[in-house]
């Protein structure tokens, strides 16, 4: 008779007291990823336990994952982690960063149990947390946001390497060695192989509103003799399409396309009633309020709040409230700007009972700001346990991607650079988010820019990616399993 399979997998965790709660809450959420039911043990001769998380390494558990001692000290005197101890290996062609472990290979194998060498566990709280950024002080105001180049994954060069993926995966094909009634589960819907979200921020509701169209004529006009092809093109262009323009017939022009390729986007309203630019105002104004209504009514809707509401609880109170007047139905958030402080920002938004946030990406890099791809719990370190809101990572922007401040690419040359994001997707059978503004669907200042994001759907969809909006995402998410154990389970 076939033995039976289980999800159910028992771990006895030997660390020091103040690190139990990490260790259970990247246990938790590796868990979460491969719909494995984790059982927390504290009891060094317990029995049956599958997987063995401390610095004895004479057991006869089935797997045993490596601590080395120090690591908690280091969490607790709040340190940065140092350059030269990242320790890099190879796994499945892909360089993988280390940290808190030594030289050597992943794993090995011995007569009674399977070792990770790597220390997984305590790697993995350092991007989910976003160490770094915790003991940086720098990013406390909204105008600065965390710069790419103070990060080991600029430093290294692995923006681009889902890390956190990986060591789930590690974890899924060690225990698929390591236990016998063990099976791999499919992690998407309906089985597909990963998953593509998309999303629109409407910074701009009426971009080329009367003011801002002279504006580009004139200086059009003044840069002639400096680029005479580019400019006599663009003041032709503006002149043909832009004299009656329409944001409601440009943005449905948009939806319709994403409904005839059968996916779905998720669309963050700018709700703030002052900025530097007029035109990112429109909500104050009583026509585009109606405008807004009647295209998203029936579309997935959340708040893209203003750099003050990831900081001033009260900012984005005001501007739920405003929002929620119009569109009642949203789910979730993203920050203007992607201006972000982890530990603040996601203590606002439970408090605000928002279900899921999409801001924690690089503003001038595509790739991983916590090292991870899928939805993930981020940890309240102050508290020592999850936050209860769900982040969606922040993996692609189209900003990102065109501007000189950023990554500064051609789209032809970012479809490339973007190919290897989808496979590295489909290695680790990871999430790729895309957030393209709805006016660099605009042909005329973003020529080709607009078949990038539908190329990007119909690659996605040709390699078995689900492609959905982030709220089909977040609902298919918190469906799987339970959530991240709250530290005072099971102790």
Request: charged share 25%.
């Amino acid at each position: 008779m076939e033995e039976q399979k289980t999800r159910k997998i028992n771990i006895l965790i030997d660390v020091e007291k103040e690190f139990i709660n990490k260790a259970k809450y990247v246990f938790s959420t590796y868990c979460y990823i491969l719909q494995l039911e984790p059982i927390f043990f504290y009891e060094k001769t317990r029995k049956n336990v599958d997987i063995y998380y401390g610095s004895k390494l004479n057991t006869n558990y089935p797997l045993t994952i490596k601590y080395n001692r120090g690591t908690n000290d280091f969490f607790l005197d709040h340190n940065y982690y140092p350059q030269f101890k990242v320790r890099f290996n190879n796994y499945k062609n892909e360089k993988i960063p280390f940290f808190f472990s030594d030289p050597g290979s992943i794993y090995s194998i011995g007569d009674k149990t399977i070792r990770i060498n790597k220390d997984i566990i305590a790697s993995g709280f350092y991007f989910l947390s976003c160490w770094k950024e915790y003991i940086n002080k720098k990013n406390s105001d909204p105008n600065i946001r965390f710069k790419y180049i103070n990060t080991l994954q600029y430093k290294w060069g692995f923006a681009e390497v889902p890390v956190v993926d990986a060591y789930c995966d590690i974890l899924d094909n060690i225990l698929e060695l390591s236990l016998p009634n063990y099976e791999n589960k499919d992690r998407w819907h309906k089985d597909h192989n990963f998953c593509m979200t998309l999303s629109h921020d409407i910074d701009y509701w009426d971009v080329w509103d009367e003011n801002h169209l002279k504006e580009i004529m004139k200086y059009n006009k003044d840069r002639f003799k400096q680029n005479p092809i580019r400019s006599f093109y663009k003041l032709i262009g503006h002149f043909l399409t832009k004299k009656r323009y329409n944001p409601v017939k440009a943005m449905q022009k948009i939806l319709t396309k994403e409904r005839l390729l059968e996916v779905k986007s998720t669309n963050f309203i700018l709700v703030q009633d002052d900025s530097d630019d007029e035109r990112r105002t429109y909500f104050t104004n009583d026509k585009y309020k109606s405008q807004l209504k009647a295209v998203f009514s029936s579309q997935n809707v959340g708040l893209h709040g203003s750099p003050g509401s990831a900081y001033y609880i009260k900012e984005t109170k005001k501007e739920l409230e405003r929002l929620h007047k119009l569109l009642p139905q949203q789910l979730g958030y993203r920050s203007h700007k992607l201006s972000f402080q982890y530990q603040s920002t996601f203590d606002i938004l439970e408090k605000m009972s928002l279900k899921y946030d999409s801001s924690l990406g690089f503003w001038e890099h595509i790739g991983f700001r916590a090292g991870i791809s899928y939805p993930f719990y981020p940890y309240d370190i102050e508290n020592d346990k999850p936050f209860k809101i769900l982040e969606i990572p922040l993996i692609v922007m189209d900003a990102t991607l065109i501007s000189h401040k950023g990554m500064n690419l051609n789209p032809f040359v970012a479809s490339y650079r973007l190919s290897k994001l989808f496979q590295r997707a489909k290695k680790f059978h990871s999430h790729i988010s895309l957030l393209w503004h709805n006016n660099t669907f605009d042909n005329i200042d973003f020529p080709w820019w607009g078949w990038l994001y539908w190329s990007l759907i119909k690659r996605a969809k040709t390699n078995d990616a689900w492609v959905c909006s982030l709220d089909d995402l977040y609902e298919f998410w918190i469906s799987k399993a339970a959530k991240p154990e709250s530290p005072d389970d099971n102790q």
